[in-house]
């Protein structure tokens, strides 16, 4: 009871651009974020990808930032992928990138953000690197997929993520996985309505599972995105019990989170993406993560406070 209210309240507080400008404009809220954010500039995402690496890890980027209003904005966002993918390719990091639609301008419109979006999937043609378009709330739906099939029928590496809790992902992953479409699978982290999507953690549960295991079964690469060892255990399960080799899917998780996990994983021989975020515009990101497990709050408050966590 007091976690979905507090996962409530997060998700709000994920919503309110006042509180982002105070948290932004405080010396002290501006420390919180470091545990789950690798920094605010290119060079410190570099770095904690390439110590990714070494350890066995690939990674993702995500320069943080969600919802531009003008073609300006927009303009800007994308000129700092296409810098995150030719830097990316210029070190040979192994590493993708992550975008999401808002920050490309998608309030402008389907067309105009495909516009902003085409010199980015342009560098990873240059350069053979993914890209993958996050999901955002449910009113952005319909429009991330039609973008992510469009930019597909272009030519584009471009893959989508489902979210388990949607009541019409099964469908849509029927779609995907018949197109042979790399899809990242994740539970969901926004706050949506019972018409629209499961509440119930179980009911969550078990349709993450069965869309990684349509698209495992597909050959569609699945990106695996869960810190939950239950789900990471049965879609291992059913990898194993059909002969679904380690290389023909990857677990995904995100940077600072359950990094003994992460280890394990790579020890068995399983492949791991880390999702690295930086950038100033980490406020919703953040509040997003205290959202998924509010006991984050005093982990955060203990680093830095300077006890050991
Ligand atoms: P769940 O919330 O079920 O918790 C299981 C366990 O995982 C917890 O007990 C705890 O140990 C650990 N855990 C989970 N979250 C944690 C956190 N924040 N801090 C510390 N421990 C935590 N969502 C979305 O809507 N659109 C998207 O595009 C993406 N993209 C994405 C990429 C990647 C790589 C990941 C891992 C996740 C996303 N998500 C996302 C977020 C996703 O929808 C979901 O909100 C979180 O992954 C939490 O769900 P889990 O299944 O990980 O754990």
Redesign the pocket.
């Known amino acids: 009871m007091l976690a979905s209210a507090l996962r409530a309240f997060f998700l709000w507080l994920s919503d309110r651009r006042w509180m982002a400008g105070i948290a932004l404009g405080t010396p002290f809220l501006r420390r919180m974020p470091l545990r789950?954010v690798a920094g605010t500039t290119l060079d410190e995402a570099v770095a904690a990808v390439r110590k990714l690496n070494t350890a066995g890890a690939s990674a993702?980027l995500d320069v943080l930032g969600e919802s531009v209003d003008g073609r300006v904005a927009a303009d800007r966002a994308a000129a700092a992928y296409v810098t995150a993918i030719e830097r990316i390719a210029s070190e040979g990091l192994d590493a993708n990138v992550?975008i999401k639609l808002t920050q490309m301008g998608l309030e402008l419109g389907v067309d105009e953000c495909i516009d902003v979006l085409n010199p980015v999937v342009a560098a990873g043609d240059r350069t053979g690197i993914f890209v993958r378009i996050?999901?955002?709330g449910s009113a952005t739906t319909d429009r991330t997929l039609e973008i992510v099939a469009r930019l597909r029928a272009a030519g584009h590496d471009v893959g989508p993520?489902v979210?388990s809790y949607l009541h019409r992902s099964p469908a849509d992953v029927e779609r995907l996985a018949n197109d042979g479409v790399r899809v990242?699978v994740?539970?969901?982290?926004?706050a949506e309505p019972p018409e629209i999507a499961h509440q119930d953690?179980v009911a969550i549960?078990d349709a993450?599972v069965s869309m990684c295991e349509e698209l495992l079964r597909a050959g569609a690469y699945p990106?695996v995105?869960?810190?939950?060892?239950d789900?990471i255990e049965r879609v291992a399960l059913f990898a194993r019990e059909h002969a679904i080799g380690a290389d023909a899917f990857e677990f995904?998780?995100?940077y600072g989170?359950?990094r003994d996990l992460q280890r394990q994983l790579l020890e068995k021989g399983y492949r791991v993406?880390v999702?690295v975020p930086y950038g100033t515009e980490w406020y919703p990101y953040f509040m997003?993560?205290l959202a998924?497990?509010p006991a984050?709050v005093l982990f955060v408050l203990r680093s830095i406070f300077g006890e050991r966590s």
């Open positions: 789950f993702t992550s996050d999901m955002e993520v979210q990242r994740c539970k969901g982290a926004y953690r549960g993450f990106g995105a869960t810190h939950d060892p789900m995904q998780m995100l989170v359950r993406r999702y997003r993560r998924e497990r984050n």
